[in-house]
C-alpha cells in the first residue's frame, strides 16, 4: 500500500507560480498512475491532472490547460504539479492520489485507491 505525502502549498499573490510535490512511500510510484485533484471551500473535489504510469500520456482539466503542468520522475518516487500564472479561483486544498486500476490516466476521483492529506494552496488577489 502506497503512502503520498503533498508539500509545496502556501501564500502566493495573483500571478505567482507554485509547484507542487507528492512524494510515495511503502511502494514504487511508477507502478500507479498518478492525479491531482482539488477541494475549493464550498466545493465539490475536481479534477486537476493525471499523468501515466510512464509519463508518456497526460491529461488536464480543461480550464487549467496551458497553466498547470504535470510531471513524475519515477526514480524519486515523485510527482510534480507545476502551477502558473495563479489566481484567486486556484485558492483550494490540493491533493495526490494514486491508481492501478488505470495505466495511462484517469479524470474521475473513484478510479483513485491511494490518496494524500492534502497540501493547502492560497492566492491573493
Known amino acids: 500500500q502506497v503512502h503520498l505525502v503533498e508539500s509545496g502549498g502556501g501564500l502566493v499573490q495573483s500571478g505567482g507560480s507554485l509547484r507542487l510535490a507528492c512524494a510515495a512511500s511503502?511502494?514504487?510510484?511508477?507502478?500507479?498512475?498518478m492525479g491531482w485533484f482539488r477541494e475549493a471551500t464550498g466545493k465539490e473535489r475536481e479534477f486537476v491532472a493525471t499523468?501515466?504510469?510512464?509519463?508518456?500520456?497526460?491529461f488536464y482539466a480543461d480550464s487549467l490547460k496551458g497553466r498547470f503542468t504535470i510531471s513524475r520522475d519515477n526514480a524519486k518516487n515523485t510527482v510534480y504539479l507545476q502551477m502558473n500564472s495563479l489566481t484567486s479561483e486556484d485558492t483550494a486544498v490540493y491533493y495526490c492520489?494514486?491508481?492501478?486500476?488505470?495505466?495511462?490516466?484517469?479524470?474521475?476521483?473513484?478510479?483513485?485507491?491511494?490518496w494524500g492529506q492534502g497540501t493547502q494552496v492560497t492566492v491573493s488577489s
Open positions: 511503502g511502494g514504487t510510484v511508477g507502478s500507479y498512475t
Open positions: 492520489a494514486a491508481t492501478v486500476r488505470s495505466r495511462f490516466g484517469t479524470t474521475q476521483a473513484r478510479d483513485y485507491d491511494y
Open positions: 499523468i501515466g504510469r510512464s509519463g508518456g500520456t497526460r
